[in-house]
Nanobody, 115 residues
Framework: QVQLVESGGGLVQPGGSLRLSCAAS????????MAWYRQAPGKERDLVAT???????YYADAMKGRFTISRDNAKNTVYLQMNSLRPEDAAVYYC?????????WGQGTQVTVSS
């Protein structure tokens, strides 16, 4: 069983940066391909980025060049560095395995981008 706890969200001005963290419990973490997802009000949950067990990454087109996903298997943690934030990046951000597992969804962390 894996529990995921997201943190690091907050209010940031357009053009600013945030670093999100996802702490995982459970030894299975190291064997999972992990991902960040986000859900804006009234919209579906979308894939933001993924990272394999070995560190290979994938980004949705809108995030390329601005977001960086990384993981520290020793700390059972996945990170999302977000730069050049835009108002349309505002959402609740979640981490999960990829493909996502229903039982792994946490509370997410709110990101607000506003001047």
């Amino acid at each position: 069983q894996v529990q995921l706890v997201e943190s690091g969200g907050g209010l940031v001005q357009p053009g600013g940066s945030l670093r999100l963290s996802c702490a995982a419990s459970g030894s299975i973490f190291k064997s999972l391909r992990m991902a960040w997802y986000r859900q804006a009000p009234g919209k579906e949950r979308d894939l933001v980025a993924t990272i394999t067990q070995g560190g290979s990454t994938y980004y949705a087109d809108a995030m390329k060049g601005r977001f960086t996903i990384s993981r520290d298997n020793a700390k059972n943690t996945v990170y999302l560095q977000m730069n050049s934030l835009r108002p349309e990046d505002a959402a609740v951000y979640y981490c999960n395995a990829h493909p996502p597992q229903e039982r792994y969804w946490g509370q997410g962390t709110q990101v607000t981008v506003s001047s």
